[in-house]
């Protein structure tokens, strides 16, 4: 999910442009604002932690860019490509690293897990968003 951050600051572009690049397929994205209560079910495991109030404010502030992204290790690589949490420590050449400046901004959430994954799509998107088609370059990406 491409957070408020970044939405409010023209990367959204740039962002999805560099997951394409990869070779990752998008198969859903929307720009939405998140509801309170999706807010805190997105991020239920930070539920006991004293920044969740102040993680549900600011991801609801303004509108956010979830999508689902598919491809060969999709989660490991979207990691990668995000770099560290916080942007300080995020290198170079990760869309945190370039973009992100504040541990409480850091452009980009990704899910952890499958499990994480399917929670969170389920979340911002129906079954009938989810698209299945072929990229034309996916017979050059993968052996």
Do not use: C
Not at 48 to 69: C, H, N, Q, R, W
């Amino acid at each position: 999910m491409i957070k408020p951050d970044a939405v409010q600051r023209g990367l959204v572009g740039k962002i999805v442009q560099r997951f394409e690049a990869k070779g990752l397929k998008i198969v859903a994205m929307k720009m939405r604002t998140l509801p309170q209560d999706v807010a805190r079910e997105h991020y239920v495991e930070h539920a006991e932690k004293p920044f969740f109030g102040d993680l549900v404010g600011f991801i609801t502030s303004g509108p956010a860019v979830p999508m689902v992204v598919e491809g060969k290790d999709a989660i490991s690589e979207v990691r990668k490509m995000n770099g560290a949490t916080n942007p300080t420590k995020a290198q170079p050449g990760t869309i945190r690293g370039d973009f992100g400046l504040d541990m409480g901004r850091n452009v980009i959430h990704g899910s952890d897990s499958p499990e994480s994954a399917n929670r969170e799509i389920a979340l911002h998107f129906s079954e009938a968003e989810l698209l299945s088609y072929t990229r034309i370059d996916e017979a050059w990406l993968y052996e």
